[in-house]
Every structure is written in C-alpha cells, then in structure tokens.
C-alpha cells in the first residue's frame, strides 16, 4: 500500500537497475544512488550521483534520472511515471518530485540524516504542495542499498 507502508512487490528489474546505477556512481567516486523513471513499464530517464564528475551540487540521482525522461518526453511533466531509487529522497529531490509530477516514488534505503519522505520530515505529505506524490519503500532492496552505502563509506575512511 503506498503512502509509508512496507511492501515487497516492487517490480524487482527496476530496483535492480537502479542499484546497478548505484554501483557505477561508485565506480565513479560518486555516492552510489542510483534512480529511474519508469512509465507504463517503459524507463523513460536514468540517472545516477554525479555531483563531483558534473560539479553540480543538484546532480544527485532523482535529478539525473528526471532530466532524461523530461528529455525523452520533451515535456518536464511525467505524471503516472514512477521514480525508482536506491535512497530516500532529500528536500530538493522531493520538490523536483512534486513539480515534474511524478505519479509515485518507490526507495529502497532510508537515510536518516536527509532523507525527506521520512525519515526527518515528510515533506511528500504536506498539504501544501499542489500535487501529491505517492510513496512507498521497497524493503526487498533496502539492505542491498545500504550495503553499497556502508561500503562506499568504509573505503574511503
């Protein structure tokens, strides 16, 4: 159910690719997050952290990954798409979110110093905004997630 709940049946090839994102930002000495947008089982943009390669602090997976499909769609609304990535959101990933209207957001790894769905705000929920986008976490993926986070972290102490 969306709107917090835990589920499992996310369509697994789309975490799986976002993750496979995830591990080339690594590859790259980037954060490894990796995101996709998908619509009508077709990924329209895919994007992962590239703040350091691109100098560009707004880099991060969501953003890339929503360049792409407003690229692909010639048009920087998307709703009905899903956002599949392999950490929870930040404020300025959420605000892209509402504004390129995106229909849904699955996350595998919550992330507990920015994360803005909620794990401290939950800014996908507040009624202010416009338009809504629901959500949910994909706790199949979480552990792979933050697996490669920890590890990520851990090489370069």
Known sequence: MFGGYRMTDVQPDFM??????????AEAGEVPVGALVVQDGRILGEGRNAQIGATDPTAHAEI??????????????????????TLEPCSMCCGALVHARIGS???????????????????????????????????ENAPASAALLRAFFRERR
Do not use: C, I
């Open 64 to 85: 890339n990954a929503l360049r792409a499909a407003a690229s692909a769609l010639d048009n920087y609304r998307m709703p009905g798409a899903t956002l599949y990535v």
């Open 16 to 25: 799986a690719r976002a993750l496979q994102l995830a591990k080339e930002a």
């Open 105 to 139: 957001l699955v996350f595998a790894a919550r992330e507990p110093r920015a994360g803005a769905v909620v794990s401290t705000r939950n800014l996908l929920n507040e009624s202010a905004f416009n338009h809504r986008v629901s959500w949910r976490e994909d706790a």
